[in-house]
Every structure is written in C-alpha cells, then in structure tokens.
C-alpha cells in the first residue's frame, strides 16, 4: 500500500489524481491534502479520503477547516502555511507526493519532497523551471524518484528508453518533438489579441485547467515553461527541443531518433492518463479514460509554431539559452503578468511585453542556493509590478 501527498488537492490535477486513487483503494490511500483558500471543497475530499494530514494556506483557514472536520467527526491533523506543506510533503509515513500547486508557490515543498527522497509525481512544472539544477541536484543526492505528469513529458518519458539516465547522446535520440495545441488563439487575427478577454483566453480547446496554465496555453508560455522542463528532466539541449503545433492533442509528444525512428505516445486529452502511469509506475494500471478512437479522429495535423504570433515561447527559449537565473525571472515576471490579466489589469499582449522587460532590465546572475534564487524571484516580481502600476 502506497501513501500519498497530495499538494494542491482541489486543483484540476489533485481532483483528477484523487479520481485514479479511488479506483485503486487495494494499492493506494492518501496521507496528506492540501488546498490554499477552497476549506469547504477540501473539508469534503477529506470526509471522503480520510488523510492523517490537511493543510491550507492561512490560519484562519485552517481554524474553518477544523471547525469542519470536527463537525463531521473527523480527527485529522490540521495544519498551514509553507512549513506545514514541507512537513506534509516530507513526512516518513508518505510514500509519494504529487506536486500540484500552480506557480512558484509550489517550490518549497517540491524541493521537501526531493531533499526526502521520496517518488514526486511532478505536476507543478514552475517549480523545476525555476530552480532547474538546483531540484536535480537535490534529486539526485537524495535518490528521489522524478516523473513528469505534465503530458508531454509524460509522453516523452514514455517513449525514452528505462535506463535512459538523462544522457541523450548515449541513446541515439536526436530531438524530442514537444507537441502543442496551439491554444485558443491559433487561428486568431494577430492584431486582435490584445482585445481578447480573460474568459476566451483560459477557454482551452482540448484541456481543462486551472486558470492559470489555461493562460499560459494560450500565450504559449506554457510550451515554453515545458521546454524548460523537457531540458532539466531529460538532460537535452535547447536546440534539440523542437515545438510542434498538433492542435488535436492525440500525440502527447514524441522521441526522435538518429536512425530515423519516430516513437509518440498517443491518448485522448485526459490528465488521468500521465497520473494513473506515473502513479503505478512501472505498472500499468486503469484510469478511467477512454481509449483512442483513431478512426473517428481520422486525421492528425501539424504545423510549425509561430514566435510572430507567440513571442513568450521564445522569450523562454531565449531563458534557456542565458542560463543562470534567466528561467526563475521570466517565470516569476509571467506570474505577475498573468495574475494582472486575469484581473483585468493589462491587455493579453502585455504579458509578453512585460516579461520581455523584465528580462531586458535584470542580469540573468548564476545561482548556487535556493535563497539565492529567491532573492532574483522576489526581484524580478517587484520589478514586473512596478511596471503595471506606472
Ligand atoms: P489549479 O489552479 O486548478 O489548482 C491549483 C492548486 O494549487 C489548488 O489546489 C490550490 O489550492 C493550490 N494553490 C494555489 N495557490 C497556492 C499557494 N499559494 N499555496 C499553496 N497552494 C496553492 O491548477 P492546475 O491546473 O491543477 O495546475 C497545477 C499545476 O499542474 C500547475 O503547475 C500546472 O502548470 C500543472 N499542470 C496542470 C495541467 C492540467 O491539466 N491542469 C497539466 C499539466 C501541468
Ligand atoms: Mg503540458
């Protein structure tokens, strides 16, 4: 039996995990929830899970969730804040986190988790584009296990070869071909978009997210956070991470071989997929979702990414190849911009725009310890601010 942290609980991706632990009571149970502000909903996956563990992110969240649980007869031990996520995500009794908090907020208890050892389900992708060597360093001292449950990565994972080892030139892979949908914006008149409202912009095609994440795909800053991750998690270089539009979201991604092989992973657009595999891992167990129809889906298409149309995703190429702490400040400036979308702040083109001066202003320093990157996250967040309220 395997216990599990779930750190974002009532997320997109914590609501579909706890669907594919309930249907597999025999293997799995849970030992820690968390949720930031939603107690109620959180009250109610514990009535349901019986964790040991609940957190959330306030105090007086946690006095309302105790007040809940205490009403419902139930003795789970109530905690908040940072601390109690690390303590949640590290604790001897839990087997496997699953790191789903959105944003950088998601950092401090990945890292609990790697430092501990323990198999992270990586969901929250922020979190490893931040800090890059710093989480594969703290991975690898400790002998944690790493698997990807965003798709592509997933999907990658899957078509590598078991003893890959991060070491791409040792196996023949030539590239990984990331595949993207392309968002809602694809076909959209360039000099429209910055009209465009936070409901058409988090209203994705295939997927259904978080609001954030739904941002981010329609900018493209999400393809360009994953090429990110693709390169930390894989070992790849840059210019071997090639992004392909595939607006169906059939092929999850795919490994490109020197001989001339091409292997994909296929599926319907249904996060349970990447959780149930990464979960059993190397088990193959049900999800729940339903197989691919390819006679109905009939045809499969693909074109080239536009950075006309999508300067984010190359503003993270351009992170990438700086280096140092360029990733940590272009993910924190997005943040800060794409909160200010949503909350109706600035115009959807402004996100590109203020990200593409937070970089401009700050120096992409190298950095060797996690206050360290803090300090450039903090920096780069003030300095995207500072822009907005001018
Ligand atoms: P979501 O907004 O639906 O859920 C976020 C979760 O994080 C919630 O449980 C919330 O309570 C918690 N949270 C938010 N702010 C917090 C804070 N400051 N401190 C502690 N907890 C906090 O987001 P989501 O769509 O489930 O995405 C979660 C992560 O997974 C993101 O990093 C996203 O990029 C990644 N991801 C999501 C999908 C998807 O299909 N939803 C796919 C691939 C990757
Ligand atoms: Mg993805």
Redesign the pocket.
């Known amino acids: 039996m395997q216990s599990i942290t779930i750190?974002?609980?009532?997320?997109?991706?914590?609501?579909?995990t706890l669907d594919v632990i309930a249907r597999h009571p025999d293997r799995y149970k849970v030992h820690a929830l968390?949720?930031?502000?939603?107690v109620a909903e959180?009250a109610a996956l514990c009535e349901r899970f019986q964790p040991q563990v609940a957190?959330t992110?306030s105090a007086g969240a946690a006095a309302e969730l105790s007040r809940l649980l205490a009403a419902k007869g139930l003795a789970i031990e109530v905690g908040y804040g940072?601390a109690a996520?690390c303590d949640a995500a590290s604790a001897p009794e839990c087997h496997v986190v699953m790191?789903?908090?959105?944003?950088a907020?998601?950092l401090a208890?990945a890292l609990a988790a790697a430092h501990a050892g323990k198999k992270i389900l990586l969901?929250?992708?922020?979190?490893l584009v931040m800090s890059g060597r710093l989480f594969m360093d703290a991975v690898a001292a400790s002998g944690a296990q790493l698997l990807p449950?965003?798709?592509e990565h997933n999907a990658i994972f899957q078509c590598l070869p078991h003893d890959f080892g991060r070491a791409p030139q040792q196996h023949g892979i030539a590239k990984i071909l990331l595949t993207a949908s392309g968002g809602p914006f694809l076909k959209r008149a360039v000099d429209t978009l910055d009209a465009v409202t936070p409901d058409e912009a988090v209203a994705h095609p295939n997927?259904?997210?978080?609001?954030?994440?739904?941002v981010?795909s329609a900018t493209m800053m999400?393809k360009g956070?994953e090429v990110i991750e693709a390169h930390w998690l894989f070992g790849m270089p840059a210019r071997q991470i090639e992004v392909v539009i595939h607006p169906q979201s059939v092929i999850h991604s795919m490994v490109s071989y020197v001989d001339g092989s091409v292997l994909a992973q296929l599926g319907n657009p249904d996060?349970r997929t990447?959780i149930a595999h990464a979960l059993a891992y190397p088990d193959r167990i049900a999800s729940g979702v339903a197989p691919v129809d390819l006679a109905e889906i009939a045809m499969l298409r693909f074109e080239r990414p536009d950075f006309i149309r999508f300067p984010c995703l190359k503003l993270a190429y351009d992170a990438l190849e700086a280096g140092g702490c360029a990733a940590a400040l272009l993910n924190a400036a997005n943040e800060v911009a794409v909160e200010a979308f949503l909350n109706g702040e600035i115009g959807f083109r402004m996100i590109d725009q203020l990200i593409a001066r937070v970089m401009d202003a700050l120096p992409a320093e190298p950095v060797s310890d996690i206050d360290a990157l803090l300090e450039q996250d903090r920096r780069a967040r003030s300095l995207a601010l500072s822009f907005i309220q001018r």
């Open positions: 750190l974002g609980a009532t997320g997109s991706i914590g609501i579909s968390t949720a930031h502000s939603r959180l957190v992110g940072e996520l790191a789903a908090i959105v944003g907020a998601g208890p969901a929250n992708k922020e979190a449950i965003d798709s997927w259904v997210m978080g609001r954030k994440i739904s981010d999400n956070l996060m990447p």
